[in-house]
């Protein structure tokens, strides 16, 4: 592959959780491929078992682990096991997220609502929680938190998704001023929903690259903010550059 | 004051969680005063026990349960119990929550961290989720669940609590949605920055060894002090306006002490162009 002269994460470490199925393999599939030294965690031992054989046959690598995204301790050892083997951390993407019951607030079972919320709110917690004291110290990294749209606008009967990335993407914007003091970034990033066949290839294909430009260090300046696989990032980067600006432009707010 | 000709307050059933104190307790006084039957639940006795024998020195009528809102059995046990025994519940203030751990994410206590969730959010969806299905068997019923700015914006070093208050927005208007067919209102309010209970406590952080905390402490005192201050009568006015059923085309919302709702109205019914107004979301 061309990208792979000059992809900007070319021999960083980037660790990408929920890399086993639906976007996020994709994601980790085009990091690997790209020369970059992608580490997957995945939900099982069938999930590390598959992404692992498709990545190898497409001719890449990645080391590969199976935790439990909602235990914080063993998010935590394993965070010190890859920074011990694989090296510093330089990126995560926070993937692994589920979508959750479908039905009215009322009437989901109460503990499948409550799980979507430890698994795409906790985990990513957790996650950052694990790695950010690291990044601190040497002043250099980036996160990325994937959510969804459902969490920027009204979503009913998918309450638990929609209030868990809401959640996520506050969480984000909190966190990016937190540790903007120390040089790093992070972005809450909405990949997209692919279109049906044909395009979903080449879809998922841009939306991966726009995810590669939010960690290349080109759009530092947007850190905090809900971006899209849609957006022009140049563009958003003018605006938010702008002194006229809202300084709540693309962050989850109420309009006055 | 003029009470609204159509409010539902008088002599219907209003549950308060958290109203043992602080501002759960300045809206249960009131509400009590406006005629509505009083139910706080909290986790504490001895202050349910101060609150509620100061509504009856009022005239007012209470009933006080002691309960945890993380504790989804006894939740759901004291709401059977009130509708058996006080009356059909017509609205649920979901108030009880804590300000969480402050300082940068990473090094706050993680149990304290999403004790903070599990409490803000985890509450008041269990007591929602305990209290709506009779609400929609009847086919009324209004929920205010109680934000703050932090939510709408952001509050870096008190994140669990910011993160907390946005997700419970992003809950009411979604659960606005869900139940409005069935009569249903659901407001997400903050009530601005009053000089009594999470303000206070945060505000007496002045001493505190812990830069983040004192920063905050500081901040407080300073909102405190300034014309953003708002003012508890003016806060439980709005409540009691939101409870009045007068506002139902604000429903799922947003809403803050001072905003004024006749004007919200006129513009939320203005559907093209508001359709997310007041609702969180991000500028295109």
Same mark, same amino acid.
């Given at each position: 592959?061309?990208?792979?002269?000059?992809?900007?994460?070319?021999?960083?470490?980037?660790?990408?959780?929920?890399?086993?199925?639906?976007?996020?393999?994709?994601?980790?599939?085009?990091?690997?491929?790209?020369?970059?030294?992608?580490?997957?965690?995945?939900?099982?031992?069938?999930?590390?078992?598959?992404?692992?054989?498709?990545?190898?046959?497409?001719?890449?690598?990645?080391?590969?682990?199976?935790?439990?995204?909602?235990?914080?301790?063993?998010?935590?050892?394993?965070?010190?096991?890859?920074?011990?083997?694989?090296?510093?951390?330089?990126?995560?993407?926070?993937?692994?997220?589920?979508?959750?019951?479908?039905?009215?607030?009322?009437?989901?079972?109460?503990?499948?609502?409550?799980?979507?919320?430890?698994? =795409?709110?906790?985990?990513?917690?957790?996650?950052?929680?694990?790695?950010?004291?690291?990044?601190?110290?040497?002043?250099?990294?980036?996160?990325? =938190?994937?959510?969804?749209? &459902?969490?920027?606008?009204?979503?009913?009967?998918?309450? &638990?998704?929609?209030?868990?990335?809401?959640?996520?993407?506050?969480?984000?914007?909190?966190?990016?001023?937190?540790?903007?003091?120390?040089?790093?970034?992070?972005?809450?990033?909405?990949?997209?929903?692919?279109?049906?066949?044909?395009?979903?290839?080449?879809?998922?294909?841009?939306?991966?690259?726009?995810?590669?430009?939010?960690?290349?260090?080109?759009?530092?300046?947007?850190?905090?903010?809900?971006?899209?696989?849609?957006?022009?990032?140049?563009?958003?980067?003018?605006?938010?550059?702008?002194?006229?600006?809202?300084?709540?432009?693309?962050?989850?707010?109420?309009? &006055? | 004051? %003029?009470?609204?000709?159509?409010?539902?307050?008088?002599?219907?059933?209003?549950?308060?969680?958290?109203?043992?104190?602080?501002?759960?307790?300045?809206?249960?006084?009131?509400?009590?005063?406006?005629?509505? !039957?009083?139910? /706080?639940?909290?986790?504490?006795?001895?202050?349910?026990?101060?609150?509620?024998?100061?509504?009856?020195?009022?005239?007012?009528? *209470?009933?006080?349960?002691?309960?945890?809102?993380?504790?989804?059995?006894?939740?759901?046990? *004291?709401?059977?119990?009130?509708?058996?025994?006080?009356?059909?519940?017509? %609205?649920?203030?979901?108030?009880?929550?804590?300000?969480?751990?402050?300082?940068?994410?990473?090094?706050?206590?993680?149990?304290?961290?999403?004790?903070?969730?599990?409490?803000?959010?985890?509450?008041?969806?269990?007591?929602?989720?305990?209290?709506?299905?009779?609400?929609?068997?009847?086919?009324?019923?209004?929920?205010?669940?109680? *934000?703050?700015?932090?939510?709408?914006?952001?509050?870096?070093?008190?994140?669990?609590?910011?993160?907390?208050?946005?997700?419970?927005?992003?809950?009411?208007?979604?659960?606005?949605?869900?139940?409005?067919?069935?009569?249903?209102?659901?407001?997400?309010?903050?009530?601005?920055?009053?000089?009594?209970?999470?303000?206070?406590?945060?505000?007496?952080?002045?001493?505190?060894?812990? !830069?983040?905390?004192?920063?905050?402490?500081?901040?407080?005192?300073? +909102?405190?002090?300034?014309?953003? %201050?708002?003012?508890?009568?003016?806060?439980?006015?709005? /409540?009691?306006?939101?409870?009045?059923?007068?506002?139902?085309?604000? !429903?799922?919302?947003?809403? !803050?002490?001072?905003?004024?709702?006749?004007?919200?109205?006129?513009? %939320?019914?203005? *559907?093209?162009?508001?359709?997310?107004? /007041?609702?969180?979301?991000? +500028?295109?």
């Amino acid at each position: 592959m061309a990208e792979q002269m000059d992809h900007p994460l070319r021999d960083s470490v980037v660790l990408i959780t929920g890399g086993g199925r639906g976007s996020g393999r994709v994601h980790a599939e085009q990091l690997a491929f790209s020369g970059v030294r992608t580490v997957l965690v995945v939900g099982s031992a069938d999930e590390l078992e598959e992404v692992v054989g498709l990545i190898g046959a497409g001719g890449g690598s990645a080391p590969c682990f199976v935790v439990d995204v909602t235990d914080a301790a063993a998010i935590r050892d394993l965070i010190s096991r890859v920074e011990r083997e694989k090296g510093p951390i330089d990126a995560l993407i926070n993937h692994a997220g589920a979508r959750g019951p479908i039905a009215n607030a009322w009437e989901c079972d109460w503990n499948e609502w409550w799980r979507v919320i430890e698994r =795409n709110l906790g985990a990513a917690t957790a996650f950052c929680r694990a790695v950010i004291p690291e990044m601190v110290k040497r002043r250099r990294g980036r996160v990325v =938190n994937i959510v969804s749209d &459902a969490g920027v606008y009204s979503s009913p009967t998918v309450s &638990a998704y929609s209030v868990s990335n809401a959640a996520l993407i506050k969480f984000s914007e909190n966190l990016a001023l937190e540790c903007q003091g120390f040089r790093l970034s992070v972005f809450a990033y909405h990949p997209g929903r692919p279109p049906l066949e044909p395009g979903c290839e080449a879809f998922q294909q841009a939306s991966a690259g726009q995810l590669a430009s939010l960690l290349s260090g080109a759009y530092d300046s947007l850190t905090g903010r809900y971006i899209t696989a849609y957006d022009d990032l140049d563009l958003l980067v003018a605006r938010v550059g702008r002194p006229v600006a809202a300084k709540d432009y693309r962050r989850l707010r109420a309009s &006055a | 004051m %003029a009470m609204h000709m159509d409010s539902t307050l008088p002599g219907s059933v209003a549950l308060i969680t958290g109203g043992g104190r602080g501002v759960g307790r300045l809206f249960a006084l009131r509400i009590a005063s406006e005629g509505a !039957t009083v139910v /706080l639940v909290a986790r504490s006795r001895r202050e349910l026990i101060s609150v509620a024998r100061e509504i009856r020195a009022n005239g007012g009528k *209470v009933f006080t349960f002691v309960a945890d809102v993380t504790n989804r059995r006894v939740v759901r046990a *004291v709401v059977r119990k009130v509708e058996r025994t006080v009356g059909p519940i017509d %609205a649920l203030i979901n108030n009880a929550g804590i300000v969480g751990p402050i300082g940068n994410t990473w090094e706050c206590g993680w149990r304290n961290w999403w004790a903070t969730i599990e409490i803000n959010l985890g509450g008041t969806a269990v007591v929602s989720e305990a209290v709506i299905p009779k609400m929609v068997e009847r086919g009324r019923g209004r929920i205010v669940n109680m *934000v703050s700015n932090a939510g709408a914006y952001r509050w870096p070093t008190v994140s669990a609590y910011s993160v907390s208050k946005a997700a419970v927005i992003r809950f009411s208007e979604n659960l606005a949605i869900e139940c409005g067919r069935f009569g249903l209102q659901v407001f997400a309010y903050h009530p601005g920055l009053l000089p009594i209970g999470m303000t206070t406590a945060a505000a007496a952080l002045e001493e505190s060894s812990l !830069t983040a905390e004192a920063r905050i402490g500081a901040w407080c005192r300073d +909102q405190m002090a300034s014309e953003n %201050a708002a003012s508890p009568e003016r806060a439980s006015a709005q /409540l009691v306006k939101l409870l009045s059923g007068s506002y139902g085309d604000l !429903t799922g919302r947003y809403i !803050t002490e001072s905003d004024d709702l006749d004007a919200l109205v006129i513009r %939320a019914r203005n *559907v093209d162009a508001y359709n997310d107004y /007041l609702m969180l979301r991000p +500028q295109r």
